[in-house]
């Protein structure tokens, strides 16, 4: 039975799903307009936020989940690519789910840039972004709640990171200047020490991510509506 929770468990594996849940949750629980459900006591755990979709499966009723997601009609799912085999539906990017621990004992100085600065740098290479309102409303809320990092040099490149716990999902990294990507991605694990970081990664930049320890666990994927 799938139920709305106002509880989740502690993350404890890497799973990309879950991670950006429970990321969620941690900034969200109290918001009337983000949903959060589970199936049989966390067999499945989903979320739903502005019409986006995350699922997390561990074994929970298929068939059910299924028509869960008809009934409730989001515009994007992201899960991985088992249970979107699982529940009928076609994804329509797929990404590797790749991980590392960060052991990196330093952080590296950036700059201290304005929401609108930093979304400046992230849009400017085409990278895929919401309106600048709802980004900034979002980022500043976890920042301030304490659940996300952030790396920065003007003009130059930007990596932003949430977290929850011991693990944590670097949401992008763009890079302006040769080389500046492995830059902003160095000082971004060295504000998660300690931690296991996870990425979702188009198979074109994997390599990037290998080059820097990372390596894959399972693929994912993205599924949105299309215009008619």
């Known amino acids: 039975m799938i139920a709305l929770s106002?509880?989740?468990p502690e993350i404890t594996s890497p799973e990309a799903e879950y991670l950006r849940i429970k990321c969620l949750f941690d900034s969200y629980k109290d918001d009337k307009d983000t949903y959060f459900w589970m199936q049989d006591g966390g067999k499945a755990v989903i979320s739903l936020?502005?019409?986006?979709m995350t699922v997390y499966r561990i074994g929970g009723d298929a068939d059910e989940l299924t028509e869960f997601i008809k009934m409730m009609s989001p515009r994007s799912v992201f899960t991985s690519l088992d249970t979107f085999k699982a529940v009928g539906i076609a994804p329509v990017k797929t990404v590797n789910v790749m991980c590392r621990l960060s052991d990196i004992q330093e952080e590296t100085a950036g700059d201290s840039l304005s929401?609108?600065?930093?979304?400046?740098i992230l849009s400017a290479c085409g990278f895929d972004m919401p309106?600048?309102?709802?980004?900034?409303v979002d980022f500043c809320r976890r920042l301030n709640r304490g659940y996300a990092d952030y790396f920065a040099l003007s003009d130059k490149c930007a990596a932003v990171s949430f977290h929850s716990g011991n693990y944590a999902l670097i949401n992008g990294i763009v890079s302006l200047e040769k080389g500046m990507g492995g830059a902003a991605l160095t000082a971004i694990l060295g504000k998660n020490t300690g931690r296991t970081v996870l990425a979702c990664c188009e198979d074109n930049i994997t390599g990037f991510y290998g080059k820097y320890g990372f390596y894959i666990l399972y693929r994912?994927?993205?599924?949105w509506k299309t215009q008619t």
């Open 6 to 8: 106002d509880r989740l």
């Open 49 to 52: 936020a502005d019409g986006d």
């Open 115 to 120: 929401s609108r600065e930093l979304y400046g």
């Open 131 to 136: 309106d600048y309102p709802f980004f900034a």
């Open 220 to 223: 994912a994927g993205y599924w």
